[in-house]
């Protein structure tokens, strides 16, 4: 696996790594693994970790010797623990796919060739995987969508998706955590706040978490909506074994 990642200087203050070009779980877990053993190692010089679908970047609080530093993180990529050092969890997430929500739902429905019920189904009953977090604080980037469920963004993005939105685009499904522009199609929404600044985790969800989606009726939504603002809300979640 060494020879598969590249240290690259990146900037004055930081190292860019990066791996194999592909959407893979074995790769997203590979990168949370190094990443919680260089912050054992380097907890006090480092800034911020930056992650991607195959890269990792490390931002440092002071200047240091690139060759030097290159160098002890190969050998600490060398050494690593490939067990998983993180707890992982499986995140309920209550979805209404009414199509006042999902109001692309049945331009869709026409496209696949399949009933709405049938989009419904294919996309609750899989288990996504988190890869990482980006575009807006909280949206979520979920790989494993089911292929008959893939399709190119729009054309023309809308300049205001509602929060909360749940939606399909390439070979992916996200959740808009608030108003936003977006080119995805959308296909319901969540009543759950994926994003809540005034939190010490402003995000409860990690990179290497799964989410599985619950279809719930506009009733649901409804009372989970005034719960989420009451703060009364508990979200389900399940511990990952590996």
Known sequence: MINEVKFNRFGEK????TWKNEISPKIIEDINNFKSSILKKRKTQIADFIIGYNSLLIKYNDDFNFSQEI???KGFYEKRNVTSQNIKFRWEIP????TDFGFDMENLSEKFNLSVDEIICKH???????????????FLYLGGL???LEI?????PLLNVPKGSVAIG???????????????????RTPIDFFNKNEDIPCFVNSGDQLRFKPISLEEFKRIEVEMALSQYEITKTVIHD
């Open 146 to 148: 089911n292929t008959s």
């Open 170 to 188: 390439g070979k992916q499904t996200g959740i808009y955590p608030n108003e936003s522009a977006g080119g995805w199609h959308i296909i319901g």
């Open 124 to 138: 609750s009953s899989a288990d996504y995987t988190v890869y990482f977090i980006g575009f807006l604080p909280g």
């Open 152 to 156: 190119n963004r729009k054309a023309t």
């Open 95 to 98: 979805v209404c796919y009414d």
């Open 14 to 17: 930081a190292i860019l790594l």
């Open 71 to 73: 160098k002890e993180l």
